[in-house]
């Protein structure tokens, strides 16, 4: 069944690069989540038109001590994103989950992690979780356009895993023939 929600309070929101932003929460003790989940978050006693939810992917791990969520604007901000984006350090949201299907399978299989853009977000988390993992190749082939999220962070997890490899491409030729070239590797 559902998860009842529980609180998380802002931790500090940054804007790395035009409409990307980085929400680090703070929460509650006792919340825990797998890798790759995402969660439904809330504004509790916040103005908001329309839609009064959305899910989040997860970006970090529990053992990292906070919970990270990447998100792009557009063009045309929502009310959601505008309320969440103006919020001060130690103001409330709220949680349900997180959950989701989005999980490493087994201890063993090579994994070919592909995300364009922001889709990186879950991705940046289960490359924390298989950091220390030697036992098997993953690769993760990183889609972008002028801009990599959680570029540092991915690029040094890579390099200290010898098993790793961060794969980054600008156009969808590009894309397209590194994972084609993978699918013929792994079968």
Sequence with gaps: ???????????????????????????????????????????????????????????????????LLGMRTGREISSFKKVLLGMKKGEQVSIKGPFGSFKIRDNTSPLVLFANGVGITPIRALAKKLENDYSRSVEIVYASYKFYLFEEELTDIANKNPQMTLHKTVTPEETQMKLSQLADKYG
């Design 1 to 67: 069944g559902m998860r009842k929600s529980s609180l998380a309070s802002i931790e500090s929101i940054e804007n790395p690069y035009e409409d990307f932003y980085v929400v680090k929460l703070k929460t509650s003790p006792g919340l825990t989540w797998s890798p790759g989940e995402h969660g439904m978050f809330k504004l509790p006693g916040k103005k908001v038109e329309g839609v009064d939810y959305r899910l989040f992917s997860v970006a970090s791990t529990p053992e990292e001590g906070y919970m």
